[in-house]
């Protein structure tokens, strides 16, 4: 193991106890801060997949968090507000599965065009998607529209309450090492193996008879179906979903997460994730102009740290 | 790393609430992005509202935190969480957005703290969503339109095009000026809004002109209105299509129309629940003491938030600082007994004012500067239409 | 049918287009000869912007202004790439896409500091202020008819310069093949530093054109830099020809979607909600496209001959 696994394996350490230490200090706005965190770290390990170990950057995986969230506010507005019979629930499993579902569709879709494109047109065409999303939902007027949509109830599912800030959390913690895991155990199956051969050399990897472009349709869909997972999540946290989510900004947000933490690593996207709300955080503390500092960083990062923030603190094993 | 992280965290923690004795008010406002203009005028009269107070409510201390929503209902939602959970806020007050003010609104009742919107008076929270902890100290949307669709009827207007941001308070004011106005409406657009605003008006500017309608209706606050000023003008529809405006021409946007010589706007006319010309000694003395602290004519926005800290301070002094006694304060609201310088009103079941509406006309004053003067009253104490959908007695 | 408007909205589209065009050609010939994603050209746009609208305020003339706006922005441009873009060509698009990211904070954050959050008014001279009444309803605004002209001149003058001057020669080379223009012996780096400071100067060119209309605010380059990017992609990367086709595509599909579309949607839903949907989905229609034309042409309309 080297010092930074150990640091990402005591940051998991101290995301599994500090909640109940806030909430008992009186803190239970921290609470809220680790569960975006958590939430936020299972969006970035899905991207961490396609654009880390497949060196597909993909700008626009927060329409698949924002679907997941609206698979969660569409059928509790029905259930809330009547209509849409047909959809309206507040069961969880089917929540969850919708987002799922749906996003992997998406994704399915969505990347079927988009992997036929390279480099920077790959860039731009998934943005695209996304921005496709992100007016859709705008002119949604029955959800909100632009004004997003306040749900009044979370997913209800056993043995868990949503309602309660701790388990809330933990449900998110818990997903985040499912994903963890997940992301772990696919990278380092012959699939995960063909998917970084594809990053490095494509052509080697088509010569040895592998179809490419399959593999990373599949990776792209499993990557949008944890995001969308991701998206539930932060739909039921938050209880307002709002097409903001899928602004192009937060599909940056989440790349510079990756790359903050260190891209290719199964750690690396919630060590990421940690210092970017941390940051974020004491930043806006201290300034209503936090962007500029934050700006600035951003620009230093990318220019002398090229292994993220994590590969400067824990020194020379930059992978 | 792990060492930086506790560090982090530890200093966090302990940066964390400190309780301190007196009453803590939460300001949302919007202090970033273009609409920064609107936030930090809302923000020197809170300012000027405290200093008036001498930072006390009677005996008890007053306390503001600002909070930046970035113009965004996602950050407002945020920042709102933060002040009910970490700085543990008595009252969570400002509000210049209506979509910001439905994502909050949740946080701030559930957590049984009093909410008190400054500006935002969205449909939803005067009827369906009311609530015994919610106070405006502004109007609901649709009731300044209303006024002007009276205005409207008076003038002989027939037929009228309409122009409106797509958000919550745009589709209020549409819904406002429709219900009062007796003539045909011939065609609404709707535009972007939020931090990345639609601001060229191009497509929507040639459609109203080609409808052929006597009047055009607007609702552009901000840095947008001075964009659609500009643009009807540069088409010269000042005499085929005269335009009608709510919360589009206010003293942000006076003088920057003076500074840039856009003569169009002289002498046209809105309505709206105050005026820095309206006669009481509360309002004399605020924009008195506005025009010398801060160089310029208040704003409706700094007229409301003004009011919402002097509500907020009444009822603090009536409870004697207890913040524990929530009924005491509720009723000391309900009552609003305070200076408000739109002069006396009263809270309807909603809790949303029951107040006058004037018709308001654009003025140069003795000094030169533009400003506005109460041409009329429209409206003698108006009530909101959704006052009856609201369950609270 | 009105034609009257039609024939207003689509002059209105071309406008648009033109102005988009601006914004496309600088950040198609940074794409495509320096290979660099540039997502703080849009603040440069703004930057343009608000530093004629200050000196137009300083000076108390529009043109003159923009005389001296133009190079001041161009020195910006080379400023950035001296500093942020240079030590970044040789790496992946990532990386680019990152840091000027971070760009547009910093140069969002600091334009909020210095000029105040209302953003400036630019006052138009007299002449410029009024409008052409070509009869029959057709009327428009003579600035909005100057942009037309100075677009049309911009694009013509950028045409001249990339087939018939050696700096365009060198540019049409690069695009193409990099190996080859430095083997020529020709400074590399003074090339791209060149053609980073042109863009710069397209980009703030469109920005102090626009400022006159909607006033210079913060965040106006953010609401195009999108748009402009779906340009230079629909057109292929690279491709002068194609930023400029592209970009009166846009324009034009942008306008008249906002002109006509609540009316086609009316006939088949309400018109209350075809007053909301379709703003929304004239926005999404430039996607669509995009999304359409790269389906069929995975590098764009007039993808480069060879990279």
């Known amino acids: 193991m080297n010092r930074k696994t150990i640091t990402g394996i005591v940051l998991l350490g101290l995301l599994a106890v500090l909640p109940p230490i806030f909430i008992a200090t009186g803190n239970a706005f921290y609470v809220d801060l680790t569960t975006r965190l958590v939430i936020l770290a299972i969006a970035a390990t899905s991207l961490n997949l396609v654009l880390g170990y497949g060196g597909l950057v993909s700008f626009g995986h927060a329409a698949f968090v924002g679907i997941g969230a609206y698979a969660v506010g569409i059928p509790a507005y029905h259930g809330i507000y009547g209509g849409g019979e047909l959809i309206a629930s507040f069961n969880g499993f089917y929540h969850i599965a919708l987002a799922v579902i749906l996003s992997a569709l998406f994704a399915l879709i969505t990347g079927a065009i988009c992997l036929r494109t390279k480099g920077v047109y790959f860039i731009m065409i998934t943005m695209a998607f996304a921005q496709m999303v992100y007016y859709l939902f705008i002119s949604l007027e029955t959800y909100g529209a632009d004004d997003g949509l306040v749900i009044d109830l979370r997913s209800e599912l056993p043995l868990v309450n949503l309602d309660k800030p701790l388990q809330m959390y933990y449900f998110a913690f818990v997903s985040l090492l499912a994903a963890l895991l997940i992301v772990r155990t696919i990278v380092r199956s012959r699939f995960g193996m063909v998917l970084q051969g594809a990053k490095g050399n494509p052509e080697r990897m088509v010569t040895l008879g592998y179809n490419i472009y399959l593999y990373r349709l599949a990776a792209y869909v499993i990557s949008g179906a944890m995001a969308g997972y991701a998206g539930a999540l932060l739909g039921n946290f938050t209880t307002f979903i709002s097409p903001d989510m899928m602004d192009w900004h937060r599909s940056g947000e989440l790349m510079f997460m990756i790359i903050l933490g260190g891209a290719a690593t199964t750690l690396g996207p919630l060590m990421g994730s940690a210092a970017f709300i941390v940051v974020e955080e004491i930043l806006s503390h201290y300034t209503v102009y936090w962007h500029l500092p934050f700006g600035l960083m951003l620009i230093a990062i990318v220019l002398f740290a090229r292994g993220g923030v994590m590969g400067i603190i824990t020194g020379k094993d930059k992978s | 790393m792990n060492k930086t992280l506790t560090a982090l965290l530890a200093a966090t923690v302990l940066a964390g609430p400190a309780f301190a004795e007196g009453a803590k008010i939460g300001f949302v406002t919007t202090l970033t992005t273009g609409a920064a203009v609107i936030g930090n005028d809302t923000k020197n009269a809170v300012d000027l509202a405290i200093a008036h107070l001498g930072g006390m409510a009677g005996d008890t201390p007053l306390e503001v935190i600002f909070a930046d929503d970035g113009f965004s209902p996602e950050t407002g939602k945020q920042v709102t969480d933060k002040l009910v959970k970490q700085d543990d806020v008595d009252f969570v007050a400002g509000y210049l957005w209506s979509n910001v003010l439905l994502a909050s609104r949740k946080s701030v009742v559930d957590a049984d703290k009093f909410l008190i919107s400054a500006n935002a008076g969205p449909s939803q929270i005067a009827g369906v969503l009311c609530h015994e902890n919610f106070f405006s100290t502004s109007w609901q949307n649709n009731q300044t339109p209303m006024a002007m669709g009276e205005v409207l009827n008076q003038l002989g207007v027939n037929s009228l095009y309409i122009m409106a941001p797509n958000y919550a308070a745009g589709k209020d004011m549409v819904a406002g000026v429709e219900s009062t106005f007796d003539g045909e409406v011939l065609g609404t657009d709707l535009t972007k809004w939020g931090a990345d605003a639609q601001l060229d008006f191009s497509a929507e500017l040639a459609k109203a002109r080609a409808s052929g309608a006597e009047g055009l209706f607007i609702f552009y606050p901000g840095a947008a209105s001075g964009a659609f000023f500009r643009q009807y003008d540069q088409l010269g529809m000042k005499d085929d299509l005269p335009v009608y405006s709510v919360f589009s021409v206010d003293a942000l946007s006076l003088p920057r129309f003076q500074d840039a010589g856009f003569n169009a706007v002289m002498g046209s006319q809105f309505t709206q629940a105050w005026d820095p010309t309206l006669d009481n000694p509360a309002n004399a003395k605020f924009v008195a003491d506005y025009i010398e602290t801060y160089g310029s004519y208040p704003s409706f926005y700094?007229?409301?938030?003004?009011?919402?800290?002097?509500?907020?301070?009444?009822?603090?002094?009536?409870?004697?600082g207890d913040m524990d006694d929530k009924d005491g304060l509720r009723a000391a609201l309900e009552a609003a007994d305070y200076e408000s310088v739109r002069g006396d009103y009263t809270y309807g079941n909603n809790h949303f004012p029951i107040q006058n509406f004037y018709l308001r006309e654009v003025v140069e004053d003795e000094e030169g500067r533009w400003t506005t003067k109460v041409v009329s009253t429209v409206f003698e104490n108006h009530q909101d239409s959704f006052a009856s959908q609201c369950k609270l007695p | 049918m009105d034609y009257a408007l039609l024939l207003v909205q689509t002059l209105n589209g071309v406008q648009l287009g033109l102005l988009l065009f601006l914004v496309a050609s600088g950040l198609t010939l940074v794409f495509g000869i320096l290979d660099f994603v540039n997502l703080a050209h849009g603040a440069l746009y703004m930057l343009g912007a608000f530093i004629c609208a200050w000196l137009t305020l300083a000076l108390g003339n529009f043109l003159i202004a923009m005389v001296i706006a133009v190079p001041v922005t161009a020195g910006a441009g080379y400023l950035i790439e001296r500093t942020v873009a240079r030590p970044l060509y040789a790496r992946d698009h990532l990386d680019q896409v990152l840091a000027t990211f971070g760009l547009i904070l910093v140069i969002d954050t600091m334009v909020h500091l210095v000029f105040g959050p209302e953003g400036i008014a630019v006052p138009l001279p007299a002449w410029l202020n009024g409008q052409l009444d070509f009869g029959a309803n057709v009327i428009l605004p003579t600035y909005r008819l100057l942009i037309i002209g100075f677009?049309?001149?911009?694009?013509?003058?950028?045409?001249?310069?990339?087939?018939?001057?050696?700096?365009?020669?060198?540019?049409?080379?690069?695009?193409?093949?990099?190996?080859?223009?430095?083997?020529?012996?020709?400074?590399?780096?003074?090339?791209?530093?060149?053609?980073?400071?042109l863009g710069a100067a397209l980009a703030g060119l469109a920005g102090m054109l626009i400022s006159p209309i909607t006033e210079a605010s913060i965040g106006m380059g953010n609401n195009i830099i999108i748009t402009a990017f779906v340009v230079i992609i629909v057109g292929g990367i690279g491709s002068m020809k194609g930023a400029f086709i592209g970009a009166m595509l846009i324009g034009l599909i942008d306008t008249l979607g906002r002109s006509f579309l609540d009316t086609i949607f009316a006939l088949f839903m309400s018109p209350a909600a075809a007053e909301t949907s379709a703003p929304a989905i004239s926005a999404m229609l430039i996607y669509i496209i995009m999304a359409a034309v790269l389906a069929v042409r995975p590098q764009g309309l007039f993808p480069p001959k060879a990279r």
């Not at chain 2, 700094?302 to 004697?320: E, F, K």
């Not at chain 3, 950028?158 to 012996?185: D, E, H, P, Q």
């Open chain 2, 302 to 320: 700094a007229a409301q938030a003004y009011d919402s800290i002097n509500l907020i301070a009444s009822a603090v002094a009536a409870v004697g």
């Open chain 3, 151 to 197: 677009g049309i001149l911009t694009a013509f003058g950028l045409f001249w310069m990339v087939t018939y001057t050696k700096i365009g020669m060198l540019i049409r080379a690069g695009a193409s093949n990099r190996t080859m223009v430095s083997a020529l012996g020709i400074d590399i780096q003074t090339l791209f530093a060149f053609v980073f400071a």
